[in-house]
């Protein structure tokens, strides 16, 4: 997985926090609170009730009343079975903060434990039917290359975030842009941010952040930063007080792919041309299967760029130029 270069939907594997002391906090039923689970190592409470642990898809528990809300399930099903595994066996529930295979791993596991899945109206066809996200990123039947698990998860029942009855006590901020109903969920002064920006060493080791609608995707960042809370955790980064840095550098990120697209599109030409341009000029490295995530985070940029008046569809059907 570690090959590919796209952040927000490649699996960064990160060794952060494994200093920290050993601990899983859900053994003790009678402590209510917010726990993130960062691969395989428990860190120390930061506040009262909660807890850090770094995953390639970082995964937040929190424990309100009686029921266990885990937050995304991982980017692996053995992630989520050893998860499920250090688990009591009380009520459990799945809050998604969006569609992307490497957060939904889990879900179907926990749903064959009983536990409801719950994601924005937006994203709850995608964990339905998994084949939605392949298809968009296609535009046909996947081929070979777009039918791994990295792409694809099992199906879930999800069902709308407006079926949660705990509304009061978790935050639902909608922060569209890496996807089309992506959702921070706020607990207690944490964020889980989901993919709404990223880590600054996981934007460092993989080339761009990955978006469907680049207006958006930085209204979120703006949105984020209006935000207040104790602590942002986004899915693929550290756990921070401070998020500005990182969503400074994420929206650094954006920029500059706009550019490079910008100034890749001096001579007219086809998409799959301009992907092949871009890659090289910001050394992103591409196989098969993340081809066609770079070919739809090009394809929302030059749906930005035409919004802002830069580029135009030419006349040869398919090709681009600039205005
Ligand atoms: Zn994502």
């Given at each position: 997985?570690?090959?590919?270069?796209?952040?927000?939907?490649?699996?960064?594997?990160?060794?952060?926090?494994?200093?920290?002391?050993?601990?899983?906090p859900l053994q003790s039923p009678h402590k209510e609170g917010i726990f993130v689970i960062w691969e395989g190592i428990y860190t120390k409470p930061i506040k009262d009730g909660i807890w850090i642990k770094l995953a390639?898809?970082?995964?937040?528990?929190?424990?309100?009343?009686?029921?266990?809300?885990?937050?995304?399930?991982?980017?692996?099903?053995?992630?989520?079975?050893?998860?499920?595994?250090?688990?009591?066996n009380g009520k459990k529930a799945v809050l998604n903060t969006h569609s992307h295979a490497d957060h939904i791993q889990g879900n179907y596991l926990f749903e064959?434990?009983?536990?409801?899945?719950?994601?924005?109206?937006?994203?709850?066809?995608?964990?339905?039917?998994?084949?939605?996200?392949t298809l968009y990123l296609y535009g046909?039947?996947?081929?070979?290359?777009?039918?791994?698990?990295?792409?694809?998860?099992?199906?879930?029942?999800?069902?709308?975030?407006?079926?949660?009855d705990v509304r009061s006590e978790i935050d639902l901020i909608p922060l569209p842009g890496h996807s089309l109903g992506m959702t921070a969920i706020k607990i207690n002064g944490?964020?889980?941010?989901?993919?709404?920006?990223?880590?600054?060493?996981?934007?460092?080791?993989y080339s761009y952040p990955y978006l469907i609608d680049v207006k958006k995707f930085l209204d979120s960042l703006d949105t984020l930063e209006r935000l207040n809370a104790e602590l942002y955790i986004p899915s693929h980064g550290k756990p921070t007080s401070d998020p500005h840095p990182d969503?400074?550098?994420?929206?650094?990120?954006?920029?500059?792919?706009?550019?490079?697209?910008?100034e890749s599109l001096k001579e007219p030409g086809y998409i799959e041309t301009l992907c092949a341009k871009v890659?090289?000029?910001m050394s992103v490295s591409l196989n098969a299967g993340t081809f066609y995530l770079f070919r739809s985070f090009v394809s929302s940029v030059l749906e930005?760029?035409?919004?802002?008046?830069?580029?135009?569809?030419?006349?040869?059907?398919?090709?681009?130029?600039?205005?």
């Open positions: 997985m570690c090959g590919y270069s796209s952040v927000g939907r490649a699996s960064a594997s990160q060794a952060e926090g494994r200093g920290f002391e050993s601990r899983w390639n898809t970082n995964v937040g528990v929190a424990k309100i009343g009686d029921i266990t809300y885990i937050i995304d399930t991982g980017s692996s099903i053995k992630f989520a079975k050893e998860l499920l595994s250090e688990m009591d064959k434990n009983g536990a409801k899945i719950y994601a924005s109206e937006l994203e709850v066809p995608f964990i339905r039917n998994p084949l939605l996200e046909a039947n996947p081929p070979k290359a777009l039918r791994l698990s990295f792409y694809k998860a099992k199906p879930s029942y999800a069902v709308p975030f407006d079926k949660l944490v964020i889980f941010c989901g993919d709404a920006y990223f880590g600054s060493n996981v934007l460092e080791k969503i400074e550098r994420t929206r650094t990120a954006v920029q500059n792919f706009v550019n490079a697209v910008l890659s090289e000029k930005f760029l035409e919004k802002t008046g830069k580029v135009r569809n030419s006349d040869i059907p398919g090709t681009w130029e600039t205005v």
